[in-house]
């Protein structure tokens, strides 16, 4: 008998060999039948593979994480099994399960290619398959006998894969006819797959190299349920509407240029006042909070991201170093700000009584992406941080971690990220080599976080593997308006920079003393944190925060000085907005401000100006009928108002 443990702390005694479904059927028939997957003493597995010794339990359905990955992964081994029925000789790259469904790619080889015309075939050849209710079989394969196999079907990919494992630690996974190289997990059987759609395709090197085969990746998506699939095109298509990229060009936010460069955003006006708006409206909270603004160069010579150990982790990620004509003398491109402000911290000597300080800066760095994952404002080369770095006594880490959070909750009350959890990443159990550091100051960090996210009550999940290099972190994982989850903001103690630059304060011992640095940014990025903001509020920002207010649409040419006058008026009390003075029809002004996203509409004419009025209309269609401009004032500032202040 082995002793196995519920996530509840419960344990069963079971029999040596049993599996995750015995399990869960000695549990309940209903959730046997809807497991998919289990992690085994942090592994997740196949619910059929036999359980030999003592161990942790949790199961998982496609409700989970877990069990979606599961079961996308499966999927990707089906739709790789109709391609090769469907297209004989075709090559496979990788398949594996990403956050929204799976892709697997392909080489299908000369004068062959695939469209989205090609989908409605090959989703029906998978659905075939599925029905036979092909069981996954995993098998323990030595590495000869796995390179014998795909020489012979002549699939140099998983050649290559294969050159990279050691002997050993090879499986193979096959369902009906197909074969694949795979580490698994996979579900029992191909018949929990009822609903499958193609969604896209794209090229995409081998191995993210630009320089080897471009291949065909075909994404697609799953569900065990067909009424789920159609849950999930809905909000896809959805998600369309509210693209970052398409609202962002409709309402002339952002741009990018191929002469510029790809993957390097520039803000167009709208964007740039949009931008500001966040950044003071942030600078204010953290003024509120004792920080104090610093500005640190662009590039940073390489001896400093040495120092940091950045070099060592990110040096290839990082673009190609400057050389200047001096011997030996070479600068980076900034991908990181906090070893600038260490050496900022550096410059001066500080005493007990001078801690906690707080350095804050919206620092632009860069980091060389891939051309294949670049990705509108989400994935670029060059963004700005929102980067602050608190450097405090080891006594005041919780409190000043604490504060940081009421921080961080502050911005998304301000924005309505109203569903949210956070993650405590900590490191590999396993691996260690990985993060530098004294374990001491690791578990120090890693147990400060936790209690500090206790004290706070906030709905928490633990992640291991997940931590920077140099130390534990706590990621927020906010919910969009469409239910997406996107990681915005991050807290992470380190203790091991300040170790690494020798940064000091002198104790209430008149002692030299090592102090704990704090890297904070609650937006993360402005791109990425703008982007999400934009899908989350399908464009409609928040009045506080939208880069134009209002607009005035005289009826004719004759009204444009009253337009004028209006708009004056209104920039008095700081409201902000553009008079459309184009020689359009007013009911195609009207479209084009709803497009844009504009709050309010105003239109002024005869009546108008006879009355010194204005007539209002709100984004939507909703009309306010004829207002005083200061009643509009009013009703503006008022709304405005109503955003909450940081009272740290």
Known sequence: MIKITLPDGSTKDVKKGSNALDIANSISEGLARNIVSATINKEVWDITRPINSDASIKLHTFNDKEGKMTFWHSTAHLMAEALEILYPNVKLGIGPAIDNGFYYDIDLGRNRKLSSDDFPKIEKKMLDLAREKNSFLRKEISKKEALNYFTKKQDPYKIELLEGLEDGNITFYSQGNFTDLCKGPHIPNTSKIKAIKLLNIAGAYWRGDEKRNQLTRIYGVSFPKQKDLTKHLEMLEEAKKRDHRKLGKEMELFTFSKKVGQGLPMWLPKGAQLREKLENFLKKAQVLAGYLPVITPHIGSKDLYICSGHYEKYGEDSFQPIKTPQDGEEFFLKPMNCPHHCEIYKSKKYSYKDLPVRFAEFGTVYRYEQSGELHGLTRVRGFTQDDAHLFVRPDQVKEEFKNVIDLVLYVFKALSFEEFKVQISLRDRENKSKYIGSEENWVRAENEIIEAVKEKNLDSVIEYGEAAFYGPKLDFM?????????????????????????????????????????????????????????????????????????????????????????????????????????????????????????????????????????????????????????????TVKEEIEGLIKFNN
């Open 478 to 634: 906010v919910k969009d308006a469409l239910g997406r989850e996107w990681q915005l903001g991050t807290i992470q103690v380190d203790y091991s920079l300040p170790e690494r630059f020798e940064l000091e304060y002198t104790g209430q011992d008149n002692q030299k003393h090592r102090p704990v640095m704090i890297h904070r940014a609650p937006f993360g990025s402005m791109e990425r944190f703008i982007a999400v903001l934009i899908e989350h509020c399908g464009g409609n920002f928040p009045l506080w925060l939208t880069p134009e207010q209002f607009i005035i649409l005289p009826i004719s040419e004759k009204y444009h000085d009253y337009a004028k006058k209006v708009s004056q008026l209104l920039k008095n009390y700081d409201i902000c907005g553009p008079i459309d003075e184009r020689a359009e029809t007013t009911g195609r002004k009207i479209r084009d401000a709803e497009v844009s996203k504009i709050p309010f509409i105003i239109i002024v004419g005869e009546k108008e100006e006879n009355n010194n009025k204005i007539s209002v209309r709100r984004h939507g269609g909703v009309d306010l009928g004829e207002l005083d401009v200061k009643d509009f004032i009013k």
